[in-house]
């Protein structure tokens, strides 16, 4: 068989399929989907700038283009005329690219004074979010709510997000809303935002914490105010009583190790995992790893350092059967 050599058109065609492939507009992830107040006034910056360069690049490109063809090498003919200190064309490129930097420069000190130092309005909905290896804590003091990895927020409402590191470096990001922010051990970090639509957005940490730091997600969910009441309500309730299977993983839990590192109210009151009281009512565990079914969660007190890399959560040498009975206990948990 004779192969033919691919021309470089064929390959550069290729590539840029490739390379395009990877581009989605409203993703999970999208930086491009503004869906708060922070995130808009961010994403406004990003247009300006975004703009700017394509123009400059367009006339530039253009204008290459036809210097190279207009005076490119032609027998018969000289040198062109040559322009070296021409004062005008010096002026000129001086003072357009001040005014281009002027021009993007008003707009993104304007939006990082409103992104650092906006106070937050009275009304405002006060989160601590605590970045841990490698997991997020959300505490609502003001609603004596603790959750994980599930921020939940009224639509329309301004909420301030207090950044706290109670180990080492991590980066709140949730790109449709806004961030990132580090949160870093020893001081607080701070973001205001108003949260515009109903819906679920994805977020990640963006600061290499160690061995699972990619498997660092959240999710926000942004609700109507009545259904975020609801939300508080059911996170407010003592914890379910178990029955059947589900009890006896109620007796393990709270004969074993797991006291020691987690909170279920009215059982246990550890302070280095997770809050589990209402864990069941978590869509997605691990931080936003898998479906909180019984299957995936016996599969995950097994064995936690096998599917999460350095978890801290060690393998405490279970039974299936008991892994079983207390993955009923904790996705009974609602
Ligand atoms: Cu936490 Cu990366």
Known sequence: MKTVPASPATVGALLTALLLGGCAWDGPMSTVVARSDLARSILSVYGIITWATAIIGILVFVALAWILIRFRDRPGHGLPRQIHGHALLEIAWTIAPALVLLIIAIPTIQVIFRTQGAAAPASALTVTVRGWQWWWEFRYPSLDVVTANE??????????????????????????????????????????????????????????????????????????????????????????????????????????????????????????????????????????????????????????????????????????ADAKALALYLTSLK
């Not at 870093?184 to 957005?201: A, D, F, H, K």
């Not at 699972?212 to 975020?228: C, D, G, K, T």
């Not at 006291?259 to 550890?270: D, S």
């Not at 890399?309 to 299936?320: A, K």
């Open 151 to 320: 921020l939940h927020l009224p639509v329309g409402r301004p909420v301030v997000l207090n950044l706290e590191g109670p180990d080492v470096i991590h980066s709140f990001w949730v790109p449709q809303l806004g961030g990132k922010r580090d949160v870093v051990p020893g001081r607080v970090n701070r973001i205001t935002l108003t949260p515009e639509r109903t819906g679920e957005y994805w977020g990640q940490c963006a600061e290499f914490c160690g061995a699972s730091h990619a498997n660092m997600q959240l999710r926000v969910i942004v609700e109507e105010p009545a259904a975020f009441d609801r939300w508080v309500a059911a996170q407010k309730a003592p914890a379910a009583e178990p029955t059947g299977d589900a009890a006896a993983g109620k007796d393990l839990f709270a004969s074993r190790a797991c006291v020691g590192c987690h909170t279920i109210r009215g059982v246990a009151t550890g302070t280095l995992g997770p809050d589990l009281t209402h864990f069941g009512s978590r869509a997605l565990f691990g931080a936003g790893l898998w479906p909180t079914t019984p299957e995936n969660v016996a599969a995950w007190v097994k064995d936690p350092p096998a599917l999460k890399p350095g978890s801290r959560m060690p393998n405490l040498g279970l039974s299936d």
